[in-house]
């Protein structure tokens, strides 16, 4: 939250819509903590609320606290996740379900890997027109550049691997 706050002041809505639309591509966060946690951002002094009124119609602002807060949180280590990858999970014991519901399961990373480098693509034109003259922006298009080659790897991987199983499906028949 306060880093989406620290582009520019938004509404909870604004927020879900940024998640949505641009952070979601590396980031997730639940929906339902958004007015949640932005009642405590605020009573914790890190944003403060423009207008008046209900929590859902307010445009809340970082505050100096707020951004010194992010920088910290910005400078922490960096945990380890550990890998959960279902489609990999599937193909490691695809001796179990065969050739071709492994090529459908990778069909479908296939198509989810094309429609993210179509929506990345568009992303990246419009942040890299922004990045002329905002140095914020130019930090954004590194996150969305690093998304471009992650879709077009997995796309790779996609292609090479359906080329797998079709030959191993025709050595089956």
Same mark, same amino acid.
């Given at each position: /939250?306060?880093?989406? $706050?620290?582009?520019?002041? /938004? ?25 949640? =946690? ?31 807060? $992010?920088? &910290? ?13 279902? =489609? ?7 001796? $179990? ?9 990778? &069909? ?15 992303? &990246? ?23 471009? &080659? ?24």
């Amino acid at each position: /939250m306060l880093g989406a $706050l620290s582009v520019e002041p /938004m509404s909870g809505y604004a927020i879900r819509q940024a998640i949505t639309e641009t952070l979601g591509h590396f980031w997730s966060e639940s929906f339902g903590q958004i007015y949640p =946690t932005l009642a405590r951002l605020e009573a914790e002094g890190l944003v403060r609320r423009d207008a008046a009124g209900q929590t859902s119609g307010s445009t809340f602002r970082l505050t100096a606290a707020g951004r010194r807060r $992010l920088v &910290h949180l910005l400078r922490e280590p960096i945990p380890a996740a550990p890998p959960r990858n279902g =489609t990999l999970l599937r193909l490691f014991f695809g001796g $179990l379900l065969g050739p071709k519901e492994c090529t459908e399961v990778v &069909h479908e990373v296939r198509d989810a890997a094309r429609r993210r480098l179509d929506q990345l693509t568009a992303i &990246h034109a419009e942040v890299a027109a922004e990045a002329r003259d905002d140095v914020g922006a130019r930090y954004r298009l590194m996150t969305v550049s690093s998304g471009l &080659h992650a879709a077009r790897a997995s796309l790779a991987w996609a292609e090479e691997t359906l080329d797998a199983l079709r030959e191993m499906d025709a050595v089956d028949r």
